[in-house]
């Protein structure tokens, strides 16, 4: 069985924990809600079996590299962060309808690699050749994956605080009976954002060092560089704004949500539509 096989079984893997994770909105049955953690998990690990046996079929075509080099094995890998930290979450806080906003990103993200990106193994180019590219590469996605989170749990957060001015509460048994707490909420995404931001600092120092490595300087306003950045100061300001402001509830979220976008266009917008020392990302 070879990895594209088995990443198009974690693509069905996880759209089926989705539609599960529908069906416990639903069924409000907390067994379906269970079924769609464990589909989640099922996915996940087949997922890591994938990624290893395609970092074995890079050794065996003679490129020996890590399966972080190109655009379709970067977003698999990020599919692969967004499911960890969701299931570190998951069976940490047992809010199971956390997974129908979170499990889709995941989800879009193996269907778009499968089905769209160019899925052959290519020899690394020269600036990617060092160890610096698994170092960058693994702690920013971490960071990308748990603001993926907070961004899911914050739509949650404005979803229940919509129905509720609208009178949701009223209805006993309802749909918000299956989301946290609107305070549960908030404190989860803040907690998100609490391991997402040392991984994304973390990662844009082990950037700077590959740089230096690569091209003879830490820093250079390259259009990524400059990206990152910017949401490194969108999460730094979510924090400081909590921490000294007393930032809660609907703009925290808002804010997250804010900063997740902005990590998605510093990911793909910045590799797709701007040139740079970066573009070997396209």
């Known amino acids: 069985m070879s990895s594209s096989m088995l990443f198009n079984v974690t693509m069905v893997t996880y759209m089926v ?12 049955s907390k067994a379906v809600g269970l079924a769609g953690s464990y589909a989640a998990l099922f996915g996940f690990l087949v997922q890591t079996a994938a990624i290893g046996m ?5 050794y065996d075509q003679g490129h020996g590299h890590a399966p972080l080099s190109n655009l379709f094995e970067s977003v698999v890998f990020f599919s692969w962060t967004i499911v960890l930290i969701f299931l570190f ?11 129908f ?54 739509i949650m957060y404005l979803i229940r605080e919509s129905m509720e001015k609208g009178g949701g509460n009223a209805q ?51 259009p990524k560089e400059t990206w990152s950045l910017i949401v ?21 979220a808002i804010l997250s949500v804010i900063g997740f976008a902005a990590t998605i266009f510093c990911y793909l917008g910045v590799n797709l539509f701007l040139s740079g020392l970066h573009s070997y990302g396209k």
């Open 17 to 28: 924990s989705t539609c599960i994770f529908f069906a416990f909105l639903a069924s409000r």
């Open 54 to 58: 395609r970092w074995k079929e890079s």
């Open 89 to 99: 979450i998951d069976f940490k806080y047992k809010y199971r309808a956390i997974g």
């Open 101 to 154: 906003f979170v499990m889709p990103f995941a989800l879009f993200g193996m269907a778009w690699a499968q089905l769209s990106l160019d899925s052959n193994i290519e020899p690394l180019v020269p600036a990617l050749q060092s160890n610096w590219l698994t170092y960058h590469v693994i702690t920013c996605f971490l960071g990308y994956a748990a603001f993926a989170v907070a961004c899911g749990i914050s």
């Open 172 to 222: 006993a048994g309802g749909l918000l009976s299956m989301f946290p707490s609107i305070r549960a909420l908030d404190d989860l995404n803040y907690k998100a954002i609490m391991i997402g931001f040392p991984l994304l600092s973390l990662g844009i120092i082990t950037g700077a060092a590959w740089a230096n490595y690569a091209w003879g300087t830490y820093w250079s306003w390259d």
């Open 232 to 252: 490194w100061f969108v999460y730094a300001a979510f924090l400081h704004a909590r921490i000294t402001r007393g930032w809660v509830g609907r703009r925290a």
